[in-house]
């Protein structure tokens, strides 16, 4: 679903690579936990498979599209087939959760009937039913993060990205959103999570892949956080 | 997307950024006038010219007791050197028409022109000369009858009444294009005006950008909303500036037209061929303006 063969990014006006020489193959419906410190490339990584960025050298395949030749103007097929999910929720204020969620699905050309039908039912999935005309100021943070969750996968993308989700949430909250990921996992959605909530990793079990300066030190089927914790 | 969802958000739009929005209106109405003065000056610079290029004859004066040129020290024109050159007028391709012009109408009309004036009182028939008047079938052709007549015995002076106009002319044309530039200029500002709007817009809804860059829409139809907000800001002041123009047309037709008869003045029609051109104009600018800018800002 996802394959990095020996890619390497570096930025423009820095000598070190961002990323150097990685290569990583993550199949369909996989659920992957991208460890590593601040700097370590996790973010470039997760940029180079939305083609926010595109590599340097080596090949990129994400959803079977070549990242390396893909027009610009096909960037958008490719994000359709991959929801994103961030540690600041990124609603629209101004919006109810039913308007943020129908949103995403106006962008993609989907008629009111089918918002009006696919809308409640993805509220229903995270739990927020009974909310649906809330505005985002009015919902407790693991609660805008459910929103988000719903209008990245409304749309039921192949992939769904999601970049420090709990970030900015306490541990009990945190443990509910995983319970959504994985749920979302289980229906056959590929995830692919950056963390640094070791709690979490460990508790999962899932794969792990650790960066380091842009190396990947680990890649391991059942793993933990780190050594370090 | 829809239709209908662009719609909504472009509604939006306009309405979270009225006062710029407003400002957009008026700076594109504002400029949009000043350019159809421009057009409607050029309009009305052919106008007098066709009224007076129809109206113009070449002069040749004939030799009378008075003149002083070379070709007149053999004394007034005889009749003979009237009849041959009255011929050879006439048989030249270039004239339209000669009509001979005596002593005693040119005093007639002299004492019309000047009736109140004293000079009328002081000239006497025999201190006017004699003269052809010669219309030509087409006005920018007299220097072939000046070659063929001027310092010809008989003939004291060939006047061509075009180059008096031509100075006259040659300001307008000044003024008109002076017209031109201010409103080409105030034109350009209206576009940098949309072009930073576009930009605060832009900033102001960059988390629904940001959002729908995520989900996927295409860079259009994120563009799009924005295009159509300086478009609908472009048309609406072009509708104002039209309605500026006809009103100045009235003011024309109303004011100015009972007071200067000695012209014709631009038409209707003219206004809207200028109307034409500002809408393409307001269109194009504003969405040249609006592409260049969303580009820059509005990547996906």
């Known amino acids: 679903m996802i394959r990095f063969e020996h890619v390497t990014k570096t930025y423009a006006k820095t000598d070190k690579p961002a990323l150097s020489d990685v290569s990583i193959d993550v199949a369909k419906g996989e659920f992957v936990f991208l460890v590593g410190q601040s700097g370590s490339g996790k973010s470039t990584f997760l940029r180079l498979v939305l083609r926010e960025e595109k590599a340097s050298s080596g090949t990129i395949h994400v959803a079977g599209k070549d990242l390396g030749t893909l027009s610009n103007w096909k960037v958008p097929e490719l994000r359709k087939q991959v929801g994103t999910v961030f540690q600041d929720f990124r609603l629209l204020p101004n919006k109810t959760v039913f308007e943020n969620v129908a949103f995403a699905l106006h962008v993609l050309g989907h008629t009111k009937k089918e918002i009006a039908r696919e809308v409640p039912e993805i509220v229903e999935l995270v739990g927020l039913a009974e909310k649906l005309d809330r505005r985002p100021g009015e919902l407790s943070g693991g609660e805008q993060q459910r929103v988000a969750i719903a209008r990245a996968y409304v749309s039921r993308p192949a992939i769904l990205i999601a970049d420090e989700p709990t970030g900015n949430l306490d541990p009990g909250t945190s443990i509910g959103i995983m319970k959504l990921l994985d749920r979302i996992n289980r229906e056959g959605t590929t995830v692919v999570m950056a963390t640094h909530d070791s709690s979490i990793v460990d508790q999962m079990r899932k794969r792990v892949i650790e960066l380091e300066s842009g190396h990947v030190i680990r890649d391991q089927v059942r793993g933990v956080y780190g050594y370090t914790g | ?300």
């Open chain 2, 1 to 300: 997307m829809r239709a209908g969802f662009v719609m909504s958000e472009v509604g939006i739009g306009l309405r979270r950024n009225l006062t710029m929005t407003f400002a957009v209106v008026i700076t594109v109405a504002i400029s949009l006038s000043l350019l159809g003065i421009g057009l409607l000056s050029n309009s009305q610079v052919r106008t007098m010219k066709d009224y007076w290029y129809d109206k113009i004859e070449v002069s040749i004066f004939l030799c009378g007791p008075l003149s002083e040129t070379p070709s007149c020290a053999g004394g007034p024109v005889t009749a003979e050197q009237r009849l041959e050159i009255q011929q050879d007028l006439q048989e030249l391709p270039v004239v339209q028409t000669v009509y001979y012009e005596s002593q005693s109408e040119a005093y007639q009309r002299f004492q019309e022109r000047f009736k109140d004036s004293a000079i009328a009182q002081n000239v006497t028939v025999d201190q006017l000369p004699e003269s052809f008047r010669v219309k030509l079938k087409d006005p920018t052709e007299f220097a072939v009858v000046e070659s063929a007549f001027s310092g010809r015995p008989g003939v004291d002076v060939v006047q061509d009444q075009r180059a008096i106009l031509e100075k006259f002319f040659s300001l307008l044309n000044v003024l008109r294009d002076g017209a031109l530039v201010i409103g080409l200029a105030s034109v350009l500002t209206a576009a940098l005006l949309i072009s930073n709007t576009l930009r605060i817009a832009a900033y102001n809804r960059r988390r629904e950008t940001t959002v729908m860059k995520l989900v996927g829409a295409s860079s259009f139809s994120i563009q799009l909303p924005f295009l159509l907000e300086g478009l609908f800001a472009a048309i609406v002041g072009w509708g104002i500036s039209t309605g500026i123009l006809s009103g100045l047309k009235y003011v024309v037709d109303d004011r100015v037209a009972p007071l200067l008869t000695f012209t014709n003045f631009f038409t209707w029609n003219d206004v809207w061929v200028a109307s034409a051109y500002l809408l393409i104009t307001g269109v194009v600018v504003s969405g040249f303006a609006s592409i260049l800018t969303l580009r820059k800002y509005l990547k996906v």
